[in-house]
């Protein structure tokens, strides 16, 4: 207790509000389980209902007396088939479920069309009973409209993490799979409590002792999906492109070579034959140095389609990633511009990749900014299948030690109308695949646990997790909403608590984006590591990340008619919005275009005077976030508070350097004072 290692399955009885009460009767629940995904149901039920109720609970195959909770599938349960009526039972799809409460006998029916379904249904109910909800008025149906939630673990064999900012791999150790299987099915449990049904457990970067999870690793790979497979999460592995070279002496890893189709189609028979249900790889390929086709003057469809032909007859999928750009560009070099990279790699090769192959694509043309336009690749492949990338881990958003509530920004990302077949096409409906009738599409996300008992370091960093999976569930539910169901599992729904806590993650994005990198801008941070404020630390690097600050202006020209052309990737009415100054909305203002610093904002204030007053404002909100926690500490555990205090005091700190840098490089640069005043170095 007071350590975050439960999270926000704690199911805890005291401080529940004022409904708590109306569960206790619920201690018995009537069942036949049949299979693991409904024995993990069970069990988390009976767990929930004890720490809920504080009663012991008794689980049966037929009701003996009322109130209970049935579960069951629809079809299979008579039980059910009789609570839930035909109607209702047929809104419920694949992994779905309905929940009712009978009127008169209290009983509260679990219904659904699959196991999966149910473990949802199950983890759905205690969310409401644990926010002291109403047991009986319960008549409700839930189907998850993204078909892949998918999380994607950084971790390395050696036990690090790749941006990992909450201890170790929980994963590996050692250059081994690690035998802590009780963390994993913590972990597992973690996710499915909020719909996540997929997994990658390895770094996008494989080196050499990953690439062998294919080969020597796989009797340990089979048992972690063992664990994952109760929980209804698929497991999947990223894959070395050179394997066939790396692990099978081959000359070459062409993917038109006869002999390395033949190594792919052997390796992905092995995997099978140790994971049944294995869900299949995921590649990045000639990206940052990984090996990739274009080796072989092949495209990223000939690479796609080759793994893709070798999962096929088992089900597989291959997720091919779009973060493909030029690292080695030369900083003098005005013409290649990295915004653009993705779309003018991929979009040419619309149609041409297998149907069990699913592009994955950042969520901005750069990588994880505090704020970047929309990937204008989303959408514009209409013949492709495509899922949305998102970083929970905060590598550009504070590191787990300044606190950012990302579900805002993937809300807008999410929002976003792309007017690829008109008014009306948000990002939302062409990641969830109703846009273009996908067979394969949905959510991935970088994860940012480690094993550090809290598992994100900074404990309000868990709301991110909890809050991607909710969103890929159902991306209609509010930013206020999901921090409020997790503020209310984690910390209860007591005031004054609730309510601050609530402000604190709700203003902490716009905060930590007022104190940094300007106007979407973007980087500004060490080179490396990426934290902490170092203005030109990616100016003259061969990143393309360039901000090309004078004595006159700054930003980056990306218009059609002056600049590097991007503009022209997006469909017509975005086209025309982010080519003129005049209707660049101003937080995007600077990724779009190089302006002087005397440019009027719409805001009114003039660029030089936004980034001195964003700043100072910044740092003194992030100063106050730590005055706002201080209030709650009364209201709970001594440990939980000091483990947020510690970083709000560090975030506070670190916010005043930022303020500083930021503000003394733009008045050295332009020469133009503060009309207000304030110390400027
Ligand atoms: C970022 C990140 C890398 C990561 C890469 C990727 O560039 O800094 O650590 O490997 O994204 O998404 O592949």
């Excluded at 008169?104 to 983890?123: E, K, P, Q």
């Excluded at 806590?501 to 080179?527: C, K």
Aim: charged content about 20%; aromatic content about 10%.
């Amino acid at each position: 207790p007071g350590n975050g290692y439960e999270a926000w399955l704690q199911y805890r009885r005291a401080d529940r509000g004022t409904n708590d009460e109306r569960f206790t009767e619920y201690h018995h629940i009537v069942a036949s389980v049949q299979d693991e995904v409904m024995r993990s149901a069970v069990d988390e039920l009976s767990d929930g209902l004890k720490g809920i109720t504080g009663r012991s609970v008794s689980i049966t195959e037929d009701a003996v007396s009322t109130p209970c909770i049935l579960l069951g599938i629809f079809g299979a349960s008579k039980a059910i088939d009789q609570a839930i009526d035909a109607d209702t039972a047929r809104a419920v799809k694949a992994e779905g479920f309905a929940i009712q409460t009978d009127s008169l006998t209290r009983n509260i029916a679990v219904g659904a069309a699959t196991s999966a379904g149910l473990l949802y249904g199950v983890f759905h109910l205690l969310r409401i009973m644990g926010a002291g909800g109403a047991a009986d008025r319960l008549s409700l149906v839930e189907n998850p409209v993204n078909p892949l939630r998918m999380i994607n673990q950084w971790d390395n064999m050696d036990g690090s993490v790749e941006r990992g900012y909450a201890g170790k791999s929980i994963f590996f150790e050692n250059n081994r799979i690690t035998g802590n299987l009780e963390r994993i099915k913590d972990y597992a449990r973690l996710l499915a409590s909020c719909g996540i049904n997929a997994i990658a457990i390895n770094n996008v970067n494989v080196h050499r002792v990953e690439s062998r999870l294919l080969t020597e690793f796989l009797p340990e790979v089979a048992k972690l999906a063992e664990i994952f497979r109760s929980y209804a999460i698929k497991l999947f592995l990223s894959i070395n492109y050179a394997s066939p070279m790396e692990l099978g002496g081959l000359p070459t890893a062409d993917p038109v070579a006869s002999d390395v189709r033949e190594w792919w189609r052997l390796a992905a028979s092995n995997v099978y034959a140790a994971v049944p249900d294995f869900g299949g790889f995921l590649v990045k390929a000639d990206s940052e140095h990984r090996p990739g086709p274009f080796t072989y003057g092949r495209d990223h469809a000939d690479g796609a389609n080759m793994l893709a032909e070798a999962l096929k007859p088992y089900g597989g999928i291959v997720i091919w990633r779009c973060f493909v750009y030029n690292c080695k560009q030369d900083w003098r070099d005005r013409t290649t511009d990295r915004a653009r990279a993705a779309y003018d790699h991929f979009r040419q090769l619309d149609g041409s990749f297998m149907d069990n192959v699913i592009l994955q694509i950042k969520n901005g043309p750069i990588d994880f900014q505090v704020r970047e336009p929309v990937s204008p690749l989303l959408g514009a492949m209409p013949r492709t299948n495509q899922m949305i990338e998102f970083q929970i881990t905060q590598e550009y958003t504070g590191q787990q030690r300044h606190v950012c509530y990302l579900v805002p920004q993937w809300k807008e990302i999410l929002d976003f109308d792309t007017h690829l077949q008109g008014m009306g096409t948000p990002v939302k409906r062409i990641v969830d695949g109703t846009v273009h009738g996908n067979p394969y599409s949905g959510f991935a996300a970088v994860s940012n646990i480690g094993d550090d008992t809290n598992w994100t370091g900074h404990p309000l960093a868990q709301a991110n997790l909890y809050g991607y999976g909710r969103l890929a569930w159902n991306p209609e539910l509010s930013s206020e909403e999901i921090a409020g169901e997790w503020i209310t599992l984690t910390y209860g729904n007591r005031e004054p608590l609730y309510g601050i806590i609530q402000d604190m993650l709700m203003s902490s994005w716009e905060i930590y984006e007022s104190y940094t990198a300007p106007l979407g801008v973007g980087f500004m941070v060490n080179p490396d590591h990426h934290y902490g404020p170092n203005v030109e630390g990616y100016e003259y690097s061969p990143w393309g990340t360039y901000h090309y600050a004078d004595c006159h202006g700054i930003g980056v020209d990306r218009t059609t008619a002056t600049g590097t052309g991007y503009t022209s990737q997006y469909a017509g009415p975005n086209r025309e919005m982010y080519e003129s100054p005049a209707t660049c909305p101003d937080e995007l203002l600077l990724f779009f275009h190089h302006v002087p610093y005397t440019h009027p904002l719409h805001s009114g204030k003039t660029v030089i005077q936004h980034i001195y007053d964003t700043h100072f404002e910044g740092a003194e909100r992030a100063e106050r976030l730590l005055a706002a926690w201080e209030r709650v500490k009364e209201h709970m555990d001594e440990e939980a508070f000091r483990q947020v205090a510690d970083r709000l005091a560090e975030q506070a700190e670190h916010a005043k350097e930022w303020r500083d840098r930021i503000n003394t490089y733009f008045f050295r640069k332009s020469g133009i004072a503060d009309e207000r005043g304030r110390t400027i170095y």
